[in-house]
T-cell receptor, first 114, second 117 residues
Framework: AQSVSQHNHHVILSEAASLELGCNYS??????LFWYVQYPGQHLQLLLK??????LVKGIKGFEAEFIKSKFSFNLRKPSVQWSDTAEYFC????????????FGAGTRLAVHP | GAGVSQTPSNKVTEKGKYVELRCDPI?????LYWYRQSLGQGPEFLIY????????DSGLPNDRFFAVRPEGSVSTLKIQRTERGDSAVYLC???????????????FGAGSRLTVL
């Protein structure tokens, strides 16, 4: 069955540290890839998406993600985090034959200390 | 409306009771989705509507769960004979529709937190 693995459940960083959150999906065909973010007390919001083309995609607030097809990965990165990046981050994908369904990972809870 | 609106935001009920959760999608969005998020998990797909019809209900866990969207806008998720295991946040999302390549971005509501005692 299709699934998403997010390697870290909790990450704690200091401000200005670099961030990389791992995401691997299990599906052998064409996929669309997403990162969603949920700030404390807020609803899920789209951070960035990949449909096709350049595998390095840039999202809001300085985040970027790289699609590596051979590794089935879509890791999220940010060179320098801020306290306001404290949130829960969800990787998700949809796939050919099932574009209606987003398959989500369990999420990574990021805490950034000033 | 400006965003996806869900009511109630919180619902506490007793085991065995019937519950309805409402979703009002973004105006003009033809596609509507229900997801369920249990504690410590990511959202899990339940059902997808395109217009008035349920195009994919493969995620509904059993026949106690049912959803409708009679006029192609507001949707109601109905849960009969609630069980403690149904406790979760029920998320609604909408999108303009599905592109040819599946280029489809969902906008989520704040969710309805259901607690079954």
């Amino acid at each position: 069955a299709q699934s998403v693995s997010q390697h870290n459940h909790h990450v704690i960083l200091s401000e200005a540290a670099s961030l990389e959150l791992g995401c691997n999906y299990s599906y052998g065909g064409t996929v669309n890839l997403f990162w969603y973010v949920q700030y404390p007390g807020q609803h899920l919001q789209l951070l960035l998406k990949y449909f096709s083309g350049d595998p390095l995609v840039k999202g809001i607030k300085g985040f970027e993600a790289e699609f590596i097809k051979s590794k089935f990965s879509f890791n999220l990165r940010k060179p320098s985090v801020q306290w306001s990046d404290t949130a829960e981050y969800f990787c998700a994908f949809s796939f050919s034959g099932g574009y209606n369904k987003l398959i989500f990972g369990a999420g990574t809870r990021l805490a950034v200390h000033p | 409306g400006a965003g996806v609106s869900q009511t109630p935001s919180n619902k506490v009920t007793e085991k065995g009771k019937y519950v309805e959760l409402r979703c009002d999608p973004i105006s003009g969005h033809t596609a509507l989705y229900w997801y369920r998020q249990s504690l410590g998990q990511g959202p899990e797909f339940l059902i997808y509507f395109q217009g008035t019809g349920a195009a994919d209900d493969s995620g509904l866990p059993n026949d106690r769960f049912f959803a409708v969207r009679p006029e192609g806008s507001v949707s109601t998720l109905k849960i009969q004979r609630t069980e403690r295991g149904d406790s979760a946040v029920y998320l609604c999302a909408s999108s303009p529709g599905q592109g040819i390549s599946g280029a489809n971005v969902l906008t989520f509501g704040a969710g309805s937190r259901l607690t079954v005692l």
